[in-house]
């Protein structure tokens, strides 16, 4: 009985390793711009399922780094991002995106900022619903552990969005999770006027008015 015991409890052991690490070992799915926390469930019984909750932002262990504090208005201008765990601790799977500066991240109106382009293998971009842009977001590409991760992030040219902050979601393991882990703030530097259609549209994609302004201008482009 003993032996059977032992041997109950490695399968376990290995069955657990196994459920912590899974989810999404290949990148946060493509929907994640819009709700960014993970929904990551435990069976409890025969009818019921848990859910695993976020951690408390203050017992997050992560820290989200930027290069420079301001982006620029020139051609290529770009600002090279990094996730970092704290020393002696990791992280497994992430998703980054830019948005304004304090902007709830439960809110449904909340724009995506910008391009993000991986420099290793150790990420991939994601489409996001509200990014004017060709991308919004960036996503791991594997369940290793992590003690840090860096890529770029390019504004679209010539467009003032603001004050950005880099937000992120960081799992460790699959039970195990921190939403809203923020960067410090980004300013846009080197523009002057006022904001085209397209850039006030691109800042602020929800705005029906502004919406609608686009609309009513595509013949006259298009022609």
């Known amino acids: ?22 989810g999404y070992p290949r990148g946060a799915p493509v929907n994640s711009c819009g709700d960014p926390t993970p929904i990551h469930q435990t069976r409890l019984n025969a009818t019921h399922i848990g859910i695993f909750y976020p951690q408390p932002m203050e017992t ?10 301001q982006y620029q208005n020139i051609p290529g201008s770009r600002v090279r991002v990094t996730l970092r765990a704290n020393n002696g601790d990791y992280f497994r799977g992430f998703f980054v995106q830019a948005t304004r500066d304090r902007f709830p991240l439960e809110a449904i109106n909340r724009p995506a900022y910008g391009t993000f382009r991986p420099v290793d293998a150790q990420s991939q971009p994601r489409g996001c619903r509200a990014a004017v842009g060709r991308v919004g977001g960036i996503t791991h590409t594997n369940n290793a552990d992590k003690t840090s991760v860096s890529f ?17 979601t960081v799992v460790k393991q699959y039970n195990e999770y921190w939403v809203d882990v923020r960067s410090p703030n980004v300013t ?36």
């Open 1 to 22: 009985m003993p032996n059977f015991i032992c041997f109950a409890q490695i399968i376990l052991c290995v069955l657990l390793t196994f459920i912590l690490v899974g």
């Open 60 to 69: 997050s262990r992560y820290t989200i780094e930027t290069n420079l504090r």
């Open 152 to 168: 770029d992030w390019f504004p679209p040219a010539g467009c003032n969005l603001g004050t950005v902050q880099f937000v992120a």
């Open 188 to 223: 846009g530097a080197g523009f002057q006027g006022q904001r085209g259609i397209l850039c006030r549209l691109y800042n602020d994609p929800y705005n029906t008015q502004i919406q609608r302004q686009v609309m009513n201008l595509l013949p006259t482009i298009n022609g």
